[in-house]
């Protein structure tokens, strides 16, 4: 008999610096502790009721499976809204996806072969180093600074990391874990660089809404000139407060490419049915609707800015968008101390539960004093999180 | 500037057989014709009234991430459903995915590594290629024949296809696109040829229930002995007619398949909130569902036999399981014939779009004379539907 290993792909797959520390958090709430839940973006807020009224009104008799690239309906509701956004994308580039994780792969998917590379601005939205890596992509980092606000660096530091096997750009604008809203010149920049070496460009722009002190948001897909090498990402997860849904979206002009994403997606047969009844009417929502939603996470994120700012030895710049700030706390190892939050720590029987740093970077040994917060709370509840956080670190010091 | 290109493995992404016709079926519908859907694997029952309740009743204010690997009450419910089925899984061994074709996706994924190779009994269920081709994998057909009612080549084939490349088996039981139930010697016989030589076994056995004529179902972890080798793949879409709820599962005793398939389970989040929530009771149901489920698929299958017997130059095996049936017809090319059904012809108004048999092997040219037949629709409207093949038949013959 002989035995059987797991693969080098299995064997090495990273854990989720967002998800891995969910069991100590469970453990904690078991012995009756109230945890903060900041390590994720899971909005507090109610999934609108003109959503549930798509599914609740007259609930199909079966579900069924959709069309592969998602159902007309969402499809025309969505192309009207990126009409709207001033983002040139028809109804039939458009393909419906498992949450825009799964719009992430099949882009990635569809630009590279197995050994191939892409760059990425360092910290980044961890699960591109978990999709890559299951698809046998490298994920090669372009560090960014903290005192830059995350800002990209100049085109000769993005040129030093591209190699023969360099396939593409993935950029998340607004920026998750940073906050980070690019200006048109950075945008211009990496345009720039994708044309010159021949790139694509992967455009997450999920958090496209949330921009905030008078922000506004540039998309990649506001250059016509360039959009056959734009794969735009999008998601009703966090406008539409409905993570679980799981409805995302890949889209994009070029024709190769949307054929390529498309037989991906039929190869899963199709994204979920409900959410995406849920998602037709909800893309047909009027700008009043996203100036509340932005006015609503500024007001929590100045909260957390607040509170961080009375924290000694704490550094956190203002972030201008998306629901994160990237914070740099006075403790050696985030990580740990984002552990010790969960399994020693309480306050008046509550805790705070933020994702390590490091789990942020693909540089190894970057992000160890860092943690992400997302202020997907009430601003009140942002506060209380935050004085616990404070507690927890003078605790942590004195031990 | 200089231009972009996909990757290879965005050219050479397969369409589905299955949904490559869709756009025809389309025009046809939207040219006024009745079009019965047998390309696809879609039941006309209704989603039981008691999964309903569990989202209506009480619909949750936030359409929240769920936990990575689901939620804790449903992977208990499918605990208990493995147990009433003799399968030894518990509950923190299952992970739920958005359907099983993730969670094949993350089997393959986590055993094998870009360039490896999977042994798969041709026809096959054409998706397992599509993931595959993402996954960098090569799918190596090990041919059966219509005649032997597509049962298991000996063992002295199978030896024939392995390479030092390959890594596991897939075992789809009972079969599609085949409805063939593998009996105990041949399961057997895969798990000695695994254990021989090194490998997993995937056992997709979604049609677990789908079994006539009193044939019972064996399953690969009906063998406690060799359970680390073998990785569990299950779906609610067909015996819960749910198909796009998209809820799945991949359960295996090996802990460290578990612990890859986590960490790509965590790369994506979370499978779809609203069909765990549906699913939790449903895996509850009782054997006389599953009893009434199974004879109420026998009596479609007769009557797909018995119109498919009187058609001239039609061979069809009967089929004992699942609820596809390969035909071979009098025809050179039945992808060219099942596109012209769409196209070309009609029967009192309507027409049969079945799924080019080409499409479910691996083996180039193998095929070409078969389609696959799901039936999927009450006893009567199967009827209808395969006289209108019968007709469409004789009238692609008198072209």
Redesign the interface.
Known sequence: ???????????T????P???L?PLAVAAEEAGRKVHKLN?G??????PGPM?DA??KE??????????DGIPELRRSMAGYYERNEIPIRADQIIIT??A??AL?FAV????????EILIADPLYA?Y???S????VKVVPVPTRPEDGYHLPPREVWESKLSSKT?GIVVCNPGNPTGTVYRPDEVEMILDI???????VLADEVYREFCFDGETHRSFMHYPEST??IILVDSISKRF??????IGSVATT?A??Y??CL??A??????????QL?AVDAFGFEDAYYKDLAAEYQVRRDAVMDELSRMEGVLCEVPKGAFYAMAKLPVEDADDFASWLLTDFEFEGETTFVAPGNGFYATPGAGRQEVRIAYVCEADVMRRAMKVLGEGLRAYQAR
Chains 1, 2 share one sequence.
Not at 13 to 16: L, M
Not at 42 to 47: C, F, R, V
Request: aromatic share 6%.
């Open positions: 008999m002989k035995p059987v290993r797991v693969s080098k792909r299995g064997e797959s990273p854990a989720s967002i998800r891995k969910v994720i899971q909005p507090d807020l109610s999934t549930w599914i609740l609930p199909p008799r079966v579900i069924a499976y959709s069309p592969s498992t949450g994780s799964e792969c998917g569809s630009i590279t072969d197995p050994g191939d699960n180093i978990g999709f890596h299951l698809l046998g396939r994708a044309k010159d070496w021949g790139l694509f056959d090498r407060s409905a993570c679980g849904a799981r070029n190769d490419v054929k390529a037989h991906f039929q190869a899963r047969l199709s994204p979920p049915t409900l959410g849920m």
